[in-house]
């Protein structure tokens, strides 16, 4: 089976013309990473919330996902990503673009990525020839969707239980990262816990290879 292979064209890292941004999301912890690296090499780096709400309780802005206020990612220069071994789950997981947990079950790939073009690929595709094809990217795409929905998941036991009263964000509360509201009430997992999980990849692509 042909494995996808990327050919640098950089779309993934750049707008269409016919949108502001290329729509990169990320979660607080790596959002932090950024903004570190962003400092250090003297990069303007913008990024503002995507998903959040407002915590009416705590009076609190919970902020679930961040996105890149930037037309283009201020980390690509000169046709190259300049921080590749610390890019977001999602730049990983490109050009996968749902795992099928928010979608039915349905594994949705990229229509711009010229590498997805070259596959031709055709009709439904199970997720073990995805990860054939694919590799790592999917597994990604799966980390960052079960990430979410363990996440939505979690406030919406704490809104059942009368822990938050949540509704749609104000942008009038300070801010605060939803993972790391989460992790003080110890139901999500610490920042240390979340990088290392995205070294476990091998066993979760053992588990998908056995279906």
Do not use: W
Request: some cysteine; hydrophobic content about 35%.
């Amino acid at each position: 089976m042909q494995k996808f292979e990327c050919t640098r064209c950089g779309k993934c890292c750049t707008s269409l013309p016919d949108v502001t941004s290329f729509g990169m999301v990320v979660f607080g912890f790596e959002a932090k990473k950024l903004a570190q690296i962003a400092k250090e090499r003297n990069i303007h780096l913008d990024l503002q919330p995507s998903l959040a709400l407002s915590d009416e309780k705590s009076k609190q802005e919970l902020v679930i996902l961040q996105k890149f206020n930037h037309h283009d990612c201020p980390f690509y220069k000169d046709h190259a990503c300049t921080i590749y071994e610390d890019r977001p789950i999602l730049c990983h997981a490109f050009p996968i673009i749902t795992a099928g947990l928010f979608s039915d079950g349905e594994i949705i790939k990229s229509a711009y990525c010229p590498g997805n073009e070259k596959l031709n690929l055709k009709g439904a595709t199970s997720i073990k020839e995805v990860i054939k094809v694919y590799g790592e990217s999917y597994l990604y795409c799966y980390l960052f969707e079960s990430m979410l929905k363990e996440v939505k998941e979690n406030l919406n036991n704490l809104a059942h239980n009368d822990e938050i009263v949540p509704n749609k964000a104000k942008n009038v509360y300070p801010q605060l990262d939803a993972l790391e509201f989460l992790s003080q009430k110890e139901l999500f997992r610490k920042e240390d816990e979340l990088m290392h999980e995205k070294k476990t990849l091998a066993e979760t692509k053992a588990i998908f290879e056995e279906l």
